[in-house]
């Protein structure tokens, strides 16, 4: 089959630009060949380069004294967590193929992650997600939520891994574009880290897992383009098809293949196949490879060189096996029933040279495609809208604080309602590891001795009080008013979120999800997200471990709410510690630490909120204000006060503000039951209001406003004096506000008294988005 003739459309439509394609004539000293113009392609997107948000990146803090593998190194982050052990973990994005095929699209993505975190040599424990939509109010938008959740489902229960958190949010700028981000976490001892360098002149490159088709073809392409009808159409290809019963004997065999001895580099195909798998691992060991792709296992008859190397099919590994050791290579993978085959070897001319029929279809250098992008520098522009949001203000905006139909409402806003629907179609109990389930602040996973990949016997005793909580957070609304306010907010309300059951953050991974970077207005958003996350990781001693970009995130009318997800990590030092939202007892009284309004915000917690959108209808406003030093100091009383014991809830102060929180605290005990416990309480807000008649908050704002860094406790009446005088010697207000019992939510400021039977809000919370699935 002749090649296509590289004319400067075929450049045009392999998204290369005519100057990045003079670079490739300077690279190559000639013209590339059809193979090579794709393989410079894919792996100079912004997918595989991140060639207009490296500069950006770099301002994130990536080092501490528990960083093992830090960002960028490898396939994922590693951080010591004591005595020997250490986790791998990682966020990555799905979006582009979920639009166009979200059962597939979203299952893959769960796949890919799940070998980022093996291929580290890390056994993947647990998984959490984040997911975006537009109104569910839309057919189609429920067939991608429908579609998006099954594959999570499917591909996480049949390979075995939890899915213990995670959130969902609805807003009409994810309409036709939605986010789905995936994360894993996994275990591994110091010893165990793999690398995935190509080292050693002369060792044979092994391919391990089932035949490459053509699904996935350029995928990383596709996904470093804007999505439209057209692209999804052209582009239905590109999205791949996953088995996690193949991708669970992968990751069994490559476990004990690792702990052989035996392998002197590995890395997963993921984007860009085998083009990346095997530039990556030769720029990283400062060698080169040659393959042969007529070893290649192929599902397809008559597939070409471009099709092989471009290829994205699933659950496939590149090993770099120590000469002399084929032998074991063969024996494990055959143990566990994979095709694999000896597909080239490493060579010291640190170049890429492919083979196909004999003849050499590329050669390039390798770590010029791997590490010499190019990088752009690209213009930001403050957008016009945010005149708008800095101008608006309260004076057109009733004051509906005492309307007692508020707070159903948004408990059975699609953002805030319980997902359960979601969560309860993932087994987030198998492997017995998870000891705070979905529905609470934050998952946390226990540590056992199976979390190890083999030779874990010893361990028992030094893994039995390893406890790991994790939690991912965004308010793409904030993000989009103020992207700095709104970064620094993802941020904070991640490790409030930690802090809340019972950990100290320790580590972050991002995904940056953003429109398109050529821009001037969409890429301030992204730089000044970029700053307020950067800043957030420095103050809450977090650093950034690597991650995911997924730009061109739009639909034809518009960008997408810019959206940073921020999935960070904790430890917990002792089980006693553990901490859940829900109220436990009754009698117990519930204290409000933090601020009940922020004076110096014009909008006093309004700006960008829930209570805004649903109740007013208006989205729009300068976000809450987040003071870094605020919210680092509410973290180290709340924590203090946990490991101090006597803390017996905690729950932070999001979307829908006090009230909202207060009410899930009262119904959302226990997630995993049907019918779960509920307790009520009786709260007197009067005193929040202040003496000083004149400078008394809104009522709305009082109840609604979503002012940061505070978070409910309870604890017995006899503990609140001792913690009220704790908060107020660390310098965080601490009040109490009510206390927990009966069957309703009763709540009184000055005059104004409203009650509302917990039954009633239940029903409202827990079955909104079911209902709204069934319409």
């Known amino acids: 089959m002749s090649e296509p003739a590289i004319t400067p459309e075929l450049v045009k439509q392999h998204n290369l630009t005519p100057e990045e394609y003079e670079k490739i004539l300077e690279i190559l000293g000639r013209a590339p060949n059809y193979t090579e113009l794709g393989i410079f392609s894919v792996m100079w997107s ?27 190194e490898e396939n994922a982050g590693v951080l010591d967590i004591g005595d020997g052990l250490a986790i791998s973990f990682k966020i990555e994005s799905h979006n582009h193929p979920s639009a166009v095929e979200p059962f597939q699209g979203a299952a893959t993505g769960v796949g890919g992650i799940l070998r980022d975190i093996f291929t580290m040599g890390a056994r993947p424990i647990a998984a959490m997600n984040s997911l975006r939509f537009g109104d569910i109010g839309s057919a189609e938008v429920r067939r991608l939520f429908r579609g998006v959740v099954s594959g999570i489902a499917h591909y996480g229960n049949c390979f075995g891994i939890p899915t213990v958190a995670g959130e969902v949010y609805f807003d009409k700028s994810y309409e036709g574009n939605p986010l789905v981000n995936a994360f894993c976490l996994g275990v591994l001892r110091h010893d165990q880290i793999a690398r995935g360098a190509a080292k050693g002149i002369g060792n044979p490159v092994f391919y391990v897992g089932p035949a490459t088709g053509r699904d996935g073809l350029a995928g990383a392409a596709f996904a470093s383009q804007d999505l439209t009808e057209e692209s999804q159409e052209q582009q239905r290809g590109a999205v791949q098809v996953g088995d996690p019963f193949m991708e669970k004997l992968v990751c069994e065999a490559c ?4 702990d052989t001895g035996a392998v002197a580099g590995i890395q997963d195909m993921g984007a860009a196949g085998l083009t990346c798998s095997t530039c990556e691992t030769a720029a990283r060991g400062g060698t080169g490879i040659e393959l042969d792709l007529d070893k290649v296992p192929q599902r397809g008859p008559n597939m070409t060189s471009y099709e092989l190397m471009l290829s994205e099919s699933q659950e496939r590994m590149l090993i770099i096996v120590t000469k002399g050791r084929e032998d074991e290579v063969r024996r494990i993978f055959d143990k566990w029933d994979l095709p694999w085959a000896e597909v080239g070897v490493v060579t010291d001319t640190g170049r890429m040279v492919v083979k196909h029929h004999g003849e050499i279809v590329a050669d390039m250098p390798a770590a010029k495609l791997a590490d010499d992008a190019p990088v ?17 203000n309260l004076d057109a905006i009733e004051d509906a604080g005492a309307d007692a139909d508020n707070l159903p409402k948004l408990l059975a806003w699609p953002s805030i309602a319980s997902k359960n629907w979601v969560f309860r179609q993932y087994d987030y109990m198998v492997r017995n590891g998870t000891a705070v389930v979905p529905g ?12 190890v990949p083999l030779k874990a016997d010893a361990l028992d005793d030094v893994v039995a ?23 620094k907010i993802a941020t904070a309300e991640a490790a409030r979120n930690l802090v809340c059951s019972g950990a100290l953050p320790i580590g972050t991974t991002d995904n940056l999800n953003f429109g398109n970077p050529h821009n001037p207005e969409l890429f301030w958003q992204l730089q000044e997200a970029v700053r307020g996350v950067a800043e957030g990781c420095v103050a809450f001693k977090a650093p950034v471990t690597g991650g995911n970009v997924s730009l061109y995130n739009q639909n034809p009318v518009r960008a997408i709410d810019p959206t940073p997800t921020v999935a960070m990590v904790g430890l917990i030092e002792d089980e006693a510690h ?28 309004l700006g960008g909120s829930a209570y805004l959108q649903v109740v007013c209808g208006v989205k729009n406003g300068v976000p809450p204000r ?20 006597g803390v017996k809830s905690a729950h932070d102060c999001a979307e829908g503000g006090l009230l909202v929180a207060l009410a899930e605290s009262c119904i959302s005990n226990n997630p995993a039951r049907e019918t779960p416990r509920l307790i009520g309480a009786r709260l007197d807000l009067t005193a929040l209001l202040g003496e000083d008649a004149e400078k008394r908050p809104r009522l709305d704002a009082l109840l609604y406003g979503e002012t940061q860094h505070r978070v409910v406790i309870t604890c017995d009446k006899h503990e609140a004096a001792r913690f009220t005088e704790r908060a107020a010697i660390m310098g965080v207000p601490a009040a109490v506000i009510g206390r927990v019992g009966g069957d309703s939510l009763s ?4 005059e104004i008294e409203n009650e509302w039977p917990l039954a009633e809000l239940h029903d409202s919370w827990w079955n909104a988005l079911g209902r709204a699935m069934e319409d």
């Open 46 to 72: 912004e997918h595989c380069s991140y060639k207009n948000t490296r500069p950006l990146l770099k301002g994130f803090p990536t080092k501490s004294p528990k960083v093992l593998v830090g960002a960028g």
């Open 255 to 258: 476990l004990e293949l690792l």
């Open 376 to 392: 752009y520098h690209r213009e930001a522009k403050l957008p016009g809208y945010i005149e708008g949001v800095r101008a608006f």
């Open 440 to 451: 609470s602040d934050a998952a946390v996973i226990r540590i056992k001795a199976d979390s």
């Open 465 to 487: 009080d390893k406890l790991i909580a994790m939690t991912c957070d965004c308010n793409g609304t904030y993000v989009y008013l103020d992207p700095y306010e709104g970064g």
């Open 578 to 605: 553990i901490t859940t939202q829900w109220f436990k007892d009754e009698g117990d009284e519930i204290i409000l630490i933090g601020k009940a309004v922020d004076a110096e915000d014009a909008l006093s917690g």
């Open 626 to 645: 987040c003071d870094l030093a605020d919210a680092v100091t509410l973290n180290d009383t709340l924590l203090g006060l946990i490991q101090s014991g």
């Open 747 to 750: 709540v009184k400021v000055g």
